[in-house]
DNA sequence: TTTAAAATAGTGAATATTCATATTTTTCTT
DNA sequence: AAGAAAAATATGAATATTCACTATTTTAAA
């Protein structure tokens, strides 16, 4: 018998963007606890994992890619500077825009994360779906996001 | 010719944890500017969706449900109360735990909001999708979510 | 049953993010 | 070429989130 006020047909269950950000933040969590363990916030690995895919990158190149907002970027990198990660240069070719790289720690750091990262992606996401699906996922994701930002 | 600087095989392009959120970023883009007209964040939406399916719920529950932090929840129900949408009640069944429920207010732009993000998954999903790899996403995410939290 | 442990929310200070705006450099217009 | 507009980043105050801890109530154990 359905409680009356859960007689729904329930919204949030069948709502695409609702179950991308459950999927993602259960599978996510885990990884979380492996950045967490180098004192790393998820915004900043992602950030860390930008620059090891592209060696350097603008300031607003890295806030598209990384899916940040600009300001909170730059206050990021500030914070993940101070920690000696990364580095800022002025570039030459556009004076107002500031490349960012990571120093070799950085680079190490990142390094061993994506290594993680992988893993972590095996046991917690193709072991779970099999190959199939999750090659079909990806390809899903891919149609739904059209021009990729990478 | 490969810069050396992006030699790399690109890590990111088919991690899918960054796949998902970039999709999820994508599509979520445009229903964040529905929402924000309505002086909302996105997780304040969170929630008021949670309710409009469930009644009433836990500030645990829905902490749970609507992927916050409790914490987090509380200070944010303190805000969305103050604005009159929301309205918290000791549970009898349980005495520690604080029932939240929409106002009448909070019900009629939840219904709104639920409505309007109908017509945007319709339009910023199904339609670039299809029918077919719409459920098929849906269906893989589910198998990735295993116990739902709804 | 009395105590110990767990569950549930709340609190407030520390930290992070957002928002509006300033600064500098480049690009566009005429 | 001069000036206006756009692009790229930084800045700091306002706002939100996190973190560690408290208070209360319930559950489990001795």
Redesign the interface.
């Known amino acids: 018998m359905p409680?009356?006020?859960?007689a729904?047909p329930?919204?949030?269950?069948?709502?695409?963007?609702?179950?991308?950000?459950?999927?993602?933040?259960?599978?996510?969590r885990s990884?979380h606890e492996i950045a967490a363990a180098q004192g790393l916030s998820v915004a900043e690995w992602?950030v860390l994992?930008?620059l090891?895919?592209?060696?350097?990158a603008s300031v607003s190149e890295l806030a598209r890619?990384s899916?940040l907002e600009q300001s909170r970027l730059t206050h990021l990198i500030g914070r993940i500077q101070n920690r000696g990660l990364v580095l800022r240069q002025r570039s030459n070719r556009n004076r107002r825009s500031v490349l960012v790289r990571l120093t070799d720690e950085g680079a190490r750091l990142a390094a061993d994360l994506?290594a993680q990262?992988?893993a972590h992606?095996r046991q917690a996401?193709t072991d779970?779906?099999g190959r199939a699906?999750?090659e079909?996922?990806?390809e899903?994701?891919?149609?739904?996001?059209?021009h990729?930002?990478?």
Do not use: W
């Open positions: 409680d009356p006020d859960t729904h329930g919204f949030l269950e069948n709502y695409t963007l609702f179950l991308m950000a459950v999927a993602s933040a259960q599978v996510s990884f992602r994992a930008c090891h895919d592209l060696g350097s890619l899916l994506v990262a992988k992606e996401v779970k779906l699906d999750t079909k996922l990806h899903i994701l891919r149609k739904l996001i059209g990729p930002p990478v």
